[in-house]
């Protein structure tokens, strides 16, 4: 039952669903980390956008302006946290803890202060991006009901992926990117200012990962729960290094994280214990890790003549 399940068109619609907010993290991971910074507060720019897209969706009555306003807040923070990194030297993984730990607390105390609920939006009224149907896919036996019927965020995702390959390999922009993150002092010789070219690629990546923090509050589900980031943003961080900081790449690496966020999802319906159930999407993570390590360190041992 369990492999039928799994080769089931509803099943692989689930896992493109349960892979978006994990996909638009992991690119905007990899913006960050081709500029030679690890942006490890994925997890609380996503659960402030969780937050900040319901209320602004719900006080607009638009979803889109919900959006908008919660990528700006998103870009924001990945210029505040920039900022800490690149103008007072704070080590940029104490910094993105800090957001994190202020994120996971102070979500709570702005849902109270607004509406009065604690940990769930249950009062907030807000307004989720709608799903699509796509004419003549929608009508295609199996591919039709797994791409078909998504929300729009998922289709925009699958495009940002297109969009920042062109970006990193095709545009002045990206390649000034590229070659700060692969070597600043050669960057720098040739008058390109690392530390511009950081702040844009910081505040790039807040916006990409507010994307995918409001697609879990206006998408995925349809109001915010304290915590319902679970660990997403870290996720995100290893499908980016497991697909070599590229769009393509941490789009295949996220479409298996996702495909075991789904699955988990699956086995809920079974006898299995519900504890062991939660851990899949982080066991797949730490073994996809413990892989790629493992690759890398036979690599590595290669060009070395060992």
């Known amino acids: 039952m369990i492999l039928d399940a799994l080769f089931s068109p509803e099943f692989l619609n689930a896992a493109l669903r349960a892979t978006t907010p994990i996909l638009l993290a992991a690119l905007a991971s990899a913006i ?59 080590d940029e993984i104490l910094a993105a803890i800090a957001i994190n730990l202020i994120a996971n607390g102070a979500t709570v105390l702005i849902l109270l202060a607004v509406s009065g609920d604690r940990g769930v939006s249950s009062s907030v009224p807000s307004v989720p991006l709608p799903k699509i149907d796509i004419p003549i896919i929608e009508n295609i036996p199996y591919f ?37 993150g692969e070597n600043k002092n050669a960057a720098e010789s040739v008058g390109i200012s690392s530390k511009k070219v950081q702040y844009i690629a910081l505040i790039l990546s807040g916006v990409f990962a507010s994307m995918g923090g409001f697609f879990l509050s206006g998408g995925y589900m349809t109001n915010f729960t304290t915590g319902m980031s679970a660990g997403r943003g870290f996720i995100a961080l290893a499908a980016s290094a497991m697909g070599g900081n590229t769009a393509i790449g941490s789009f295949l690496v996220s479409l298996l ?50």
């Open 144 to 180: 039709g009901e797994v791409i078909s019927n998504q929300n729009i965020i998922t289709y925009i995702s699958l495009l940002m992926v297109v969009a920042v390959h062109l970006f990193l390999y095709k545009t002045p922009l990206g390649l000034r990117i590229r070659a700060v």
């Open 257 to 306: 994280f996702g495909a075991a966020s789904a699955l988990s999802n699956i086995l809920q319906l079974g006898a299995w214990p519900h504890e062991i159930i939660q851990m899949i999407p982080y066991i797949t993570t730490i073994v996809g890790l413990g892989i790629y390590s493992y690759n890398r360190m036979k690599k590595r041992e290669k060009l070395n003549g060992k």
């Open 32 to 90: 960050a980390s081709r500029a030679g910074i690890i942006n490890m507060a994925l997890e609380g720019i996503m659960l402030f956008s969780a937050l900040f897209g319901v209320l602004f969706s719900a006080a607009f009555q638009n979803a889109w302006m919900g959006l908008f306003i919660t990528m700006i807040i998103g870009g924001m923070i990945g210029f505040m946290l920039a900022f800490f990194v690149l103008k007072l030297k704070t």
